[in-house]
């Protein structure tokens, strides 16, 4: 369907139920007041599966973004990628763009033969502050290579060299290459996708239901062995190569053993625990301040302990005259 088409469609052709009916999850308080709220959707799943915790309803669908670049990056094992360690965590990963970053994503085209002409993500300056601000500094231009999904299009190109697959043509959802990845994408969520879209980067992202993307982290993290476990273990090795030395989602892997963990764009939040069980995380205006507020809260609610860790999740002052006067904090979890 051409993007003017897609766009004429009346909103509710598209719009999740889920979402629009979701409840109130976080308030956003301002000197004792509730200045704002948010709404979202919260749900764990159990080892086999079934839904341990629910808040609004889990079965709605949702862009999980770039949380599902995990299972992408599986499906590209299943089919011939000769990734692991850092390298496979880079094919995880939404980067901050740092060197250390950037130079594994050109590892692995050079291993392919490839080069960063080959790439096709929508070329970004980098994600991280710091590096963002050296990179301008040096008059450098917004790159594919630094873009943070760099390191996704950078394994999808390798896959394809390794099938003999084109690779001009490699973001298109007809290719066999994103094929695979959608069945991967409905076999560990459960449910077949309810639509398909071109994700910020370029590549196709699918709808599933929350659910069902906390059940497929839940299923990476119990792995014990085979391709999902290569892509749990490389993600708990390396948490610094799926985000970044100042990345949220970084400190959490590292903090919690045998837990993994994917942010996403539009406010997702994807994690499993080493004992099978999965959480996933969507606030409905897709705002991402609330979001590892109440991952936070969900994590607790399970029983993790780590304070400082979870304390650094919760941290989102409200700023007056540039000091905190409030928080954002989560409720109803």
Known sequence: ??????????????????LTSAPVVAHVVRGGFVESVHHGLAVVTAPDGSLELEVGDSAGPVFPRSSSKPIQALAMLRHGLDSDGALLALACSSHSGEEFHVDAAREILARAGLSEADLQNTPDYPYDEVARTAWIAAGLPKQSIVQNCSGKHASMLATCVANGWDIATYREPSHPLQVVISETVAELAGAMPSA????????PIHAIPLAGLARSFGRLAAAQEGPEARVAQAMRDFPEYVGGTRRDVTTLMRRVPGLVAKDGAEAVYAVGLADGRGIAVKIADGGSRARAVVVAAVLRRLGIEDDEVLAALEHQPVLGHGHPVGAVVAVEI
């Open 196 to 203: 398909v879209a071109v994700d910020g980067c370029g590549a």
């Open 1 to 18: 369907m051409p993007a003017d088409a897609e766009l004429s469609l009346p909103v509710d052709a598209w719009a999740s139920s889920a």
